[in-house]
């Protein structure tokens, strides 16, 4: 009997997308069909989106890219806010997240934010990977790639708890951002940021105070 798979492919580099296309189409079962619609932007994605649930045809599966450029009303900032979204208003459809971004504070969100079916880092991906992946997904997800499952190894054998806030300071101080600018990234007082850099060190118990000692140990231990 053959199965009919209703696909939505959002990203914004068509030969990467084609490559995508050509692999689910060249690996698939043969009783699988599929049905691939393809979207280069939010506003592409939302209108395929909306259109299926109008339609009452939902997708089964969405391949979404997290750099994306924003949607023309600013809604959407990337392909994380389409994800959500997706969530939302396709609760049925299985979600693969594909991204170049593997740094730990990203990782973390996203599986947060959108507990995605498939997570795949674009570094890590080859045919086979993206062909197993998709089957995975489809009848036994959840389907993560090694850069994500070594990831959360890490996180989970630490016995140090953060929190989002304190995440972000990690990720802010390992993307260079300067003590003093942090408070207006997260919309704390400077004093706030000190205490919070101060719990910080004391959690991954740094003797000689320094930031870049900091990173270090929360590096070592999957947190950036």
């Given at each position: 009997m053959t199965e009919t798979i209703k696909i939505l492919m959002i990203d914004d580099h068509p030969m990467i997308i084609e490559g995508y296309q050509n692999t689910l189409l060249f690996t698939k079962k043969e009783h699988q069909e599929l049905k691939i619609d393809i979207a280069n932007n939010c506003d592409e994605a939302v209108k395929y989106m909306n259109k299926a649930i109008e339609t009452a045809k939902p997708y089964d599966m969405l391949f979404v890219d997290i750099s994306l450029p924003p949607s023309s009303d600013?809604?959407?900032?990337?392909?994380?806010?389409?994800?959500?979204?997706?969530?939302?208003?396709?609760?049925?459809?299985?979600?693969?997240?594909?991204?170049?971004?593997?740094?730990?504070?990203?990782?973390?969100?996203?599986?947060?934010?959108?507990?995605?079916?498939?997570?795949?880092?674009?570094?890590?991906?080859?045919?086979?990977?993206?062909?197993?992946?998709?089957?995975?997904?489809?009848?036994?997800?959840?389907?993560?790639?090694?850069?994500?499952?070594?990831?959360?190894?890490?996180?989970?054998?630490?016995?140090?708890?953060?929190?989002?806030?304190?995440?972000?300071?990690?990720?802010?101080?390992?993307?260079?951002?300067?003590?003093?600018?942090?408070?207006?990234?997260?919309?704390?007082?400077?004093?706030?940021?000190?205490k919070r850099k101060k719990q910080l060190k004391d959690l991954f118990d740094i003797q000689d105070g320094q930031d870049e000692t900091l990173l270090e140990e929360a590096r070592k231990k999957g947190f950036v």
């Amino acid at each position: 009997m053959t199965e009919t798979i209703k696909i939505l492919m959002i990203d914004d580099h068509p030969m990467i997308i084609e490559g995508y296309q050509n692999t689910l189409l060249f690996t698939k079962k043969e009783h699988q069909e599929l049905k691939i619609d393809i979207a280069n932007n939010c506003d592409e994605a939302v209108k395929y989106m909306n259109k299926a649930i109008e339609t009452a045809k939902p997708y089964d599966m969405l391949f979404v890219d997290i750099s994306l450029p924003p949607s023309s009303d600013g809604s959407m900032s990337s392909g994380e806010d389409l994800a959500e979204y997706a969530r939302e208003h396709l609760p049925k459809a299985k979600i693969i997240i594909l991204t170049m971004f593997s740094e730990s504070f990203r990782i973390h969100n996203i599986i947060k934010n959108i507990d995605p079916e498939g997570f795949l880092i674009k570094s890590d991906l080859t045919s086979s990977e993206l062909a197993s992946a998709f089957q995975a997904v489809l009848h036994n997800p959840p389907f993560y790639s090694g850069t994500v499952n070594s990831h959360i190894r890490k996180t989970i054998a630490t016995d140090v708890v953060i929190d989002d806030k304190n995440r972000k300071i990690l990720y802010l101080l390992s993307q260079g951002v300067k003590t003093k600018n942090l408070a207006a990234h997260l919309d704390i007082s400077l004093s706030a940021v000190e205490k919070r850099k101060k719990q910080l060190k004391d959690l991954f118990d740094i003797q000689d105070g320094q930031d870049e000692t900091l990173l270090e140990e929360a590096r070592k231990k999957g947190f950036v």
